[in-house]
């Protein structure tokens, strides 16, 4: 018989598990560790994790460090941190990006410039970077820039193809930045936030060329102003060499699931470790999950991947974690024994500053206590999943996590009582 515990309380605990396993500053600690840096070094730190990411370098490279250059989301980055050790900081905008993310990457390109021939550049990368940092190809301007970004995230694209297209129209994504370094030494340790870990879509790959980028981005279906954007775009690129450096993963959703489910079976709970990615649609993903976990037997499930929603014109509040949520309480209505909880890694979903929701038998009915006025069907068609779990009392918050490796789903079903 398995041990009586809070589920609630319990799923909570195994989410800080797996971002402890992922966490940048221990992930580039461990690496630098392992396989030491010699000599002056400067830090490119991009992304959503670059804080803690940069952090952790610092730790292990000590003096060796010369300075660098950290940029990303607003919030998540504190100045005082790293006042006073040569590193400048930089914000850029997310998920679209903005005219810090225009001036970052010119930024990032004079200091490159900048740097004696004997430093070695250390590039930390994590999710975010395709939005955070950008060099546009001539005639994109921010306008032009956010139109493109907000068509993407709307359009229900992976994100491998997401970024395909942002790398046709950037001087500095799909190895674009490697006509910067100038011969210079160069070491790249990166957070994955891709399905397969794939080198060219992590951050838009900005040292991972793609040699067949005009033909993947030509299979893509899309309007006439953005094929125009991205044919006008590859021709500017040109040719760029055919491999980067070697990328180091230092963090995959792989290891956060596998250190939840270590920590799961410590407290005596049965275990399913699902090997697939979730990915395709949100809500059909999060009605499926549910009835696995109704239909299955007793235990936690863990899955992860990153899941997509094909947006109405005006959408509500909410990200696909909370979307997948809230399908997936309707599927789960009434039952007293099934909870699953669905979170970003990052600590944010979609546009919002929540990570996800931990949903439950009694989720649409805590949302109709707490004064929702729409039912949860109608909130999932209008993309406004955050409005209802917030009102249910099931939204996620965890802050900034310093990492970023997709996103995790915990279902836990309990045993039935003798």
Not at 58 to 80: F, N, S, Y
Not at 204 to 226: E, F, H, N
Not at 255 to 282: F, T
């Amino acid at each position: 018989m398995q041990p009586t515990l809070n589920p609630r309380h319990t799923l909570f605990e195994l989410l800080a598990v797996a971002l402890d396993a992922v966490s940048g500053a221990r992930s580039v600690q461990r690496a630098l560790s392992t396989r030491p840096i010699t000599g002056p070094v400067w830090i490119a730190a991009i992304g959503k994790a670059a804080e803690s990411m940069t952090l952790g370098a610092l730790d292990v490279l000590g003096d060796a460090c010369r300075g660098g250059m950290l940029i990303t989301k607003p919030g998540h980055a504190d100045p005082g941190r790293l006042r006073g050790l040569g590193i400048e900081i930089h914000f850029g905008g997310h998920p679209l990006p903005d005219a810090g993310s225009l001036a970052a990457g010119e930024r990032l390109l004079v200091n490159l410039s900048r740097l004696p021939a004997e430093t070695q550049v250390l590039f930390l990368l994590s999710g975010g970077a395709s939005a955070l940092i950008e060099a546009p190809v001539s005639g994109l301007g921010l306008s032009e820039l956010r139109a493109i970004n907000a068509w993407l995230l709307g359009s229900g694209l992976p994100i491998g193809r997401m970024n395909r297209v942002r790398q046709s129209v950037s001087h500095l994504k799909a190895g674009g930045l490697l006509r910067h370094l100038g011969g210079r030494p160069v070491r790249q340790l990166a957070i994955s936030d891709v399905p397969g870990d794939t080198p060219g879509v992590i951050g838009s790959g900005p040292l991972a060329p793609v040699p067949d980028l005009a033909d993947q981005v030509g299979r893509l279906v899309l309007p006439d102003w953005l094929a125009g954007w991205v044919a006008r775009g590859l021709a500017e690129r040109g040719t760029l060499p055919e491999y980067g450096p070697e990328m180091e993963l230092v963090a995959t959703l792989s290891m956060a699931k596998a250190a939840v489910a270590k920590a799961a079976e410590s407290k005596g709970w049965r275990v399913r470790l699902h090997p697939d990615l979730i990915e395709g649609d949100a809500a059909g993903q999060g009605r499926t999950l549910a009835r696995t976990l109704i239909d299955g037997a007793p235990g936690l499930h863990v899955w992860g991947g990153e899941t997509t929603i094909r947006l109405p014109e005006h959408p509500g509040r909410g990200g696909r974690n909370q979307h997948l949520a809230l399908a997936a309480a309707i599927e789960l209505a009434g039952r007293d024994d099934v909870w699953l909880l669905s979170a970003g890694t990052d600590g944010s979903d979609g546009p919002t500053e929540d990570a996800g929701a931990l949903v439950d038998g009694g989720t649409l009915e805590r949302a109709e206590l707490g004064g929702i006025e729409l039912d949860a069907r109608t909130c999932l068609a209008r993309a406004d999943s955050g409005r209802f779990l917030e009102a249910s009392g099931d939204l996620i918050r965890t802050g900034p996590t310093g990492t970023n490796v997709m996103d995790l789903i915990f279902g836990y079903k309990a045993p039935s009582p003798l």
